[in-house]
């Protein structure tokens, strides 16, 4: 065991005026498996590079540990295997290393391969292959694939795998940053049971189901401050919700004191200035006297003033944490038609092969239909053939006339210009457009950025609000949380469980799909079935 502390840490981007961390104190243990949450924005991949020292600002950290970060790259073309023995240690460049030292055979070069055996026996050199199959089949990836491609693996499984090697290495303290984005449910529930058996990690993800599967501590991004507490994101919203409905209630309450000592501040200075004003006027004064009253009167004003100001400072502060999320509201226009798509036995891929096949559905309209399966099994393509993106290759689809359709995307890397230069290419009401991002949390003085600099939350939302302001019959989504913050994604959450819409949407995200799909098309087997839990109100 070992304690992790940092103090005064500080870091501004080059250009920004404001700083994302000033003057952060936080201490942890090096046992501890700590989910890392806050909003978009708020700094919390900023504070892995920095941890992992990718990233240099000012402060101070002590620990005896190295910190690694996740993801990171390799060359995916090698084997996974090999893939996974160089996330660990560099052993082939030891092994060459050794074997070259043994070759020359001199006292020096002996004493050399000594060092280096030992280094390479400390790593796990001699069984880092069993190790690394052993960790292959807890994240449920066949040991005995690992000679294939990494790149001829899922993305999830390219995931599961690298995250499986980087626990292999020694003495380190793993930064781990959204490994969910690429993960399909099962890979999901393979990562987290890998994960609820480990220690010594900090766990960035958006995905609350994954959160409280996986970590025992919560570090939150709060606006002033980081708060660090024992249990999973579950306990810290229950936390979070009293500590924010107390201030809330406490809130009435300090703007009648903040404004009842405004209001003694302002007759302390005019009760000054009246006994000022009596120095001027007729009749025998002693004006002499008066003036010191007056001195007299106005310090007192002062030193009343600035206490009071004082309290007000310390009022208002009071609720400088409290976080403010306004409820979202979606527009959608209503079809004459009751049933607007019909499928039967519809297959559709590329290049003449199917990825899906015999898949009947008829869409209704107000369905929330959440489309799942396993990575490759079709979703997206599903999603590319109703939008007309993919032609059928075989079987029947209907759609009804005039449908308006409004997409988003699951890629945002190539949005640029600014969220009005995106409001005008697309025809939306920028008033509204804007609304939505700000109800998202969005700073205002990002709108006059252009959005290639944005982080790939703030990406997110854009798409996400030039969604919802397309006024449409039918919201198709290609999985909207990924990168969202938790706040938004409860935002959206409590939106559409109360909005009649038309969804068709694919998200793994488990708490969101119970709240929300009315019904599952599993594409794999072709079916669709009422949801457990319809989300609709």
């Known amino acids: 065991m070992s304690v992790i502390q940092v103090s005064n840490l500080s870091f501004s981007y080059p250009g920004s005026y404001t700083p994302v961390f000033e003057g952060l104190d936080f201490t942890f243990d090096s046992r501890w498996r700590l989910g890392l949450v806050g909003r978009n924005g708020r700094g919390k991949t900023t504070l892995l590079k920095l941890l992992s020292g990718a990233l240099q600002g000012s402060g101070r950290m002590v620990s005896n540990l190295q910190f690694d970060y996740f993801p990171f ?285 015999g898949l009947t559905l008829e869409l209704q309209q107000g369905m929330h239909l959440n489309v799942t399966g396993p990575n490759g099994a079709g979703k997206s393509t599903f999603l590319k053939l109703i939008t007309g993106e993919l032609p059928l290759l075989g079987g029947q689809m209907t759609r009804a006339s005039g449908l308006i359709i409004s997409q988003m995307p699951q890629q945002a890397q190539d949005l640029a210009g600014t969220p009005q230069n995106l409001a005008r290419r697309e025809g939306l009401d920028e008033s509204y457009f804007l609304m939505l991002l700000r109800k998202l949390d969005f700073p205002r003085e990002a709108f006059e950025r252009d959005m290639s600099g944005y982080s790939m939350g703030q990406r997110k939302k854009v798409l996400l609000a030039a969604a919802m302001a397309k006024p449409a019959h039918v919201y198709i989504w290609d999985e909207p949380l990924n990168y969202l913050d938790l706040e938004s994604r409860e935002q959206v959450e409590e939106m559409l469980a109360q909005c009649p819409a038309t969804l068709i949407f694919v998200e793994h995200d488990q708490r969101f799909v119970e709240r929300v799909a009315s019904h599952i098309l599993d594409v794999r087997r072709g079916t669709v079935l009422e949801a457990p839990t319809a989300g609709v109100g």
Not at 119 to 146: H, N, T
Not at 190 to 208: C, E, M, P, T
Not at 262 to 278: F, G, H, L, R, Y
Not at 290 to 317: C, F, N, P, V, Y
Request: charge should be neutral; charged fraction near 30%.
């Open 73 to 357: 790259p390799v060359d995916e073309s090698l084997p996974a295997l090999a893939c996974m023995k160089q996330a660990v240690a560099p052993f082939e460049q030891w092994e060459r290393e050794m074997d070259e030292l043994i070759r020359q055979g001199s006292e020096q070069a002996l004493l050399r391969w000594g060092e280096l055996q030992q280094q390479y026996a400390l790593s796990d050199g001699y069984i880092i292959e069993d190790l690394l199959k052993a960790e292959a089949d807890k994240m449920r990836v066949d040991p005995g694939e690992l000679n294939r491609p990494l790149n001829s693996f899922s993305p999830g499984q390219r995931t599961r795998l690298l995250l499986a090697a980087m626990f292999l290495r020694k003495n380190r303290f793993l930064l781990i940053d959204e490994p969910t984005n690429h993960l399909d449910a099962p890979g999901r529930q393979a990562a987290a049971n890998y994960l609820r058996g480990k220690q010594g990690f900090i766990l960035v993800s958006h995905d609350r189901w994954f959160l409280d599967q996986t970590v025992d501590h919560i570090a939150a991004l709060e606006k002033t401050a980081l708060r660090i507490e024992r249990g999973n994101y579950s306990s810290y919203r229950e936390n979070k919700a009293l500590r924010d409905a107390f201030e809330i209630e406490q809130n009435q309450k300090l703007k009648t004191e903040i404004n009842r000592l405004q209001q003694t501040a302002m007759e302390k200075a005019a009760w000054s200035n009246a006994v000022e004003n009596t120095k001027i006027g007729n009749g025998p004064t002693d004006r002499g006297r008066i003036g010191h009253l007056a001195a007299k009167a106005m310090k007192r004003s002062l030193t009343i003033q600035t206490r009071i100001d004082r309290k007000i400072e310390e009022k208002q502060g009071l609720l400088k944490d409290l976080e403010y999320a306004s409820a979202l509201s979606l527009h959608p226009l209503t079809h004459p038609a009751k049933v607007l798509w019909r499928l039967h036995q519809a297959s559709a891929g590329y290049d003449g092969r199917p990825v899906f096949e």
